[in-house]
Every structure is written in structure tokens, then in C-alpha cells.
């Protein structure tokens, strides 16, 4: 069983930065792939990035590549979301998930945080 317990959201400027973090429970945490989505208002869950188990293979949303940076430490059994050049459409709820293998599909998942709130300011 894997738990997730992310933190880091909050209020900042376009072009500012935060840097989230997710938090796993779990003896297994190691073996598991995790990946990071959102969820605007009114819009469907979307993926955002994701990393190997190894941390050796990532994968990012276009509309995010350039600016954010996923990263892990199996050490601390935490991974990390680093957002560079927010922009106000960056917006949303923000949630961390764990699975056997990256994919950039909901479905895949198994395992969800509870979200942490990402608001960017015009």
C-alpha cells in the first residue's frame, strides 16, 4: 500500500516559481513510477509529468516541457514537481500519483494524493 501526502501549493505571480513536493508511505514507494496531474475548474484531469522508478526516464505535457521539472528521492521516499515561468493558466489543483510503470493516462494510477491548490496570478 502506497499513501501520498503532497504539499507546496499556493498563491504566486506569473513567472514566479513553486516547488511541489509529494510525500509516499510505503515499503514498495521505490518500485513505483509516479507522475504528477491537474485539474482546472471546470476541466478534466490532466497529466502533467512523470518519472521512472529509477528516475532515469521522464516524460512531460507540452504544455509544461521547458518549464517544469520532475525529480525523486527514493532516499526520502519524496518526489518533487519544480514550476518555473508560471502562467495563470497553470492554475489548478495539483496531484501526485503512483503506478507499476509511467503512462500518461488517469487509469493507470493506482494510487492519488489528495491534491495541493496551485493559483497563478495575472
Known amino acids: 500500500q502506497v499513501q501520498l501526502v503532497e504539499s507546496g501549493g499556493g498563491l504566486v505571480q506569473a513567472g514566479g516559481s513553486l516547488r511541489l513536493s509529494c510525500a509516499a508511505s510505503g515499503r514498495t514507494f521505490r518500485s513505483y513510477a509516479k507522475a504528477w496531474f491537474r485539474q482546472a475548474p471546470g476541466k478534466e484531469r490532466e497529466f502533467v509529468a512523470t518519472i521512472s522508478w529509477s528516475g532515469g526516464s521522464t516524460y512531460y505535457a507540452d504544455s509544461v516541457k521547458g518549464r517544469f521539472t520532475i525529480s525523486r528521492d527514493n532516499a526520502k521516499n519524496t518526489v518533487y514537481l519544480q514550476m518555473n515561468s508560471l502562467k495563470p493558466e497553470d492554475t489548478a489543483v495539483y496531484y501526485c500519483?503512483?503506478?507499476?510503470?509511467?503512462?500518461?493516462?488517469?487509469?493507470?494510477?493506482?494510487?492519488w494524493g489528495q491534491g495541493t491548490q496551485v493559483t497563478v496570478s495575472s
Open positions: 500519483a503512483a503506478a507499476a510503470s509511467i503512462a500518461v493516462v488517469t487509469t493507470h494510477y493506482d494510487y
